[in-house]
């Protein structure tokens, strides 16, 4: 069984074309590319035939090279699954709530724009926390204006 890597796939409305990193062009049906899971950069071990209509690919197994094949459980909308194992974030990626992401990047313009006075970093901090809670939060301008008093 010869190793051929998925170039690209050009679809048909039966049949198709397999394109090889070599360039070999191998036919195979629109059926067996599904069932065999045949997509573009993989590889797989293929036995062909050659006929009058050129190379078609009767049998075809997918070379995982230490990666798992894809899951075959059919997609189903409006589920969330996890693809593999839960991992950390990268590294030095920290989580950051919207609220924190809006006050970063609001301030980042502030002081892009000269509008944020360093005596003054922590009133504008509040002042844009504050902006954050009366609109995007969720919460009504008065109950703040309560809470400061």
């Given at each position: 069984m010869p190793m051929i890597t998925v170039a690209s796939i050009d679809?048909?409305?039966?049949?198709?074309?397999i394109i090889t990193t070599e360039g070999r062009r191998l036919g195979c049906f629109n059926d067996k590319l599904a069932k065999w899971q045949i997509e573009q950069g993989a590889s797989y071990n293929v036995e062909?035939?050659?006929?009058?209509?050129?190379?078609?690919?009767?049998?075809?197994?997918?070379v995982t090279m230490g990666l798992p094949a894809p899951s075959s459980e059919p997609f189903v909308?409006?589920?969330y699954r996890q693809a593999g194992p839960?991992?950390?974030?990268?590294?030095?990626?920290?989580?950051r709530?919207?609220?924190?992401l809006f006050v970063s990047e609001v301030l980042t313009a502030?002081?892009?724009?000269?509008?944020?006075?360093?005596?003054?970093?922590?009133e504008t901090i509040n002042y844009i926390a504050t902006?954050?809670?009366?609109?995007?939060g969720g919460n009504p301008p008065h109950q703040h204006l309560e809470a400061a008093e």
């Open positions: 679809t048909g409305p039966k049949k198709s074309k062909t035939v050659d006929n009058d209509f050129g190379t078609n690919i009767v049998s075809a197994k997918r909308s409006g589920t839960v991992s950390a974030p990268p590294a030095g990626a920290v989580f709530t919207p609220k924190q502030y002081i892009a724009a000269g509008r944020c006075e360093p005596q003054k970093l922590t902006a954050w809670d009366c609109t995007l």
